[in-house]
Nanobody
Framework: QLQAFGGGSVQAGDSLRLSCSAS????????MGWFRQAPGKERDFVAQ????????DYADSVKGRFTISRNNVKNTVYLQMNSLKPEDTAVYYC?????????????????WGQGTQVTVSS
């Protein structure tokens, strides 16, 4: 089970850190990712991180602003979001896949959190 939290309503240029806690699974065996879905749009890839945390990948739209990280002792993956823009407004989901690197396609992921709302106003 994955539980995401940390969303909220902020102004453009602000920062937020999302967290996603895992339970009931051996977290360190899972590549983890973050996705987001804006109203009326498809769910998009945001970032992914390998099992060990040594490798990560980002969507072009968030490169240089967002950072994904994980703590395998706390069974938690994070998404640090800086310089937020109104177009970052979406429901953010964490997801896991039993692979070293889970990939950028949502259909590859096996476990999903419930989502947390991020709203960025200009």
């Amino acid at each position: 089970q994955l539980q995401a939290f940390g969303g909220g309503s902020v102004q453009a240029g602000d920062s937020l850190r999302l967290s996603c806690s895992a339970s009931g699974v051996t977290f360190r065996r899972y590549g983890m990712g973050w996705f987001r879905q804006a109203p009326g749009k498809e769910r998009d890839f945001v970032a992914q991180i390998s099992r060990s945390g040594d490798s990560s990948d980002y969507a072009d739209s968030v490169k240089g602003r967002f950072t994904i990280s994980r703590n395998n002792v706390k069974n938690t993956v994070y998404l640090q979001m800086n310089s937020l823009k109104p177009e970052d407004t979406a429901v953010y989901y964490c997801a896991g896949r039993l692979e070293e690197l889970a990939g950028s396609r949502d259909r590859w992921y096996e476990y999903w959190g419930q989502g947390t709302q991020v709203t960025v106003s200009s």
